[in-house]
């Protein structure tokens, strides 16, 4: 859905965060300040949930209503609510925080009412990078990087660590990249050209973490290092 402006009635936005974070969900208004004024924030965590209001400004007094758990202690509002600007500020995000929050203000018979879908994402772990196949001259090596946790989708991409740790490159021309698990690249035909530090960077819409792993080439059979 189209982006529009958060001082328009029906005002939508989307907002990506991490666990662990603070969010603060903007609702802004403008209404004569000697109107009484009722505030209220509403989430839908599930199209098939029921609606929550889970804090309110009603009679001069702020209630957290329908929160639940520790939900209440990491609730307030976050700007001068009495000057227009009723924005939720929720500290230590969870990932239960998702949803779909509607900021309800009621002034004098008008009424503002905005939108923000809240999504609240885990960042990649530190992936790990290890290495099949025999380091031989001419023999293929296959590569492989994996993240234990995050969320979907998480992108991968390696790379050739370059000028001790200064810069990175392409990969050797003879690479092959797995198109459909692009945390898999083998290093076809080895020669010496081929030796040296690969990163792999695992990443998804709010961080990314990589590793690192040696190839070398000796005459015997050698184990490349993983870090």
Not at 12 to 18: D, G, L, N, Y
Not at 55 to 63: A, N
Not at 210 to 225: A, L, P
Request: aromatic share 8%; net charge neutral.
């Amino acid at each position: 859905m189209k982006k529009s402006s958060l001082l328009s009635v029906g005002a939508q936005t989307e907002m990506k965060k991490v666990v662990g974070d603070n969010a603060t969900l903007p609702c802004h208004f403008q209404f004569p300040s000697s109107n009484p004024l009722d505030i209220e924030w509403i989430l839908l965590q599930k199209p098939n949930s029921k609606q929550r209001v889970i804090i309110t400004f009603f009679g001069g007094q702020v209630y957290t209503n329908e929160a639940t758990g520790s939900e209440a202690s990491r609730l307030s509002f976050a700007g001068e609510y009495l000057a227009g600007d009723a924005s939720l500020m929720i500290s230590d995000l969870l990932l239960t925080d998702s949803g779909e929050y509607s900021c309800k203000v009621k002034s004098g018979g008008k009424y503002h009412w905005s939108q923000v879908n809240l999504i609240v994402l885990v960042k990649p772990s530190q992936p790990r990078c290890w290495m099949d196949g025999k380091l031989l001259e001419g023999s293929d090596v296959k590569l492989s990087c994996k993240s234990s946790d995050g969320s979907e989708p998480i992108g991968y991409k390696w790379e050739r660590v370059l000028d001790k740790g200064k810069s990175l490159g392409k990969l050797p021309n003879l690479a092959l990249i797995d198109l459909k698990n692009p945390e898999i690249v083998t290093l076809r035909n080895l020669t010496m050209d081929s030796t040296g530090v690969y990163r792999c960077t695992a990443s998804n819409d709010v961080g990314e973490e990589n590793c690192t792993i040696e190839v070398t080439m000796q005459r015997e059979f050698s184990e490349g290092r993983g870090g």
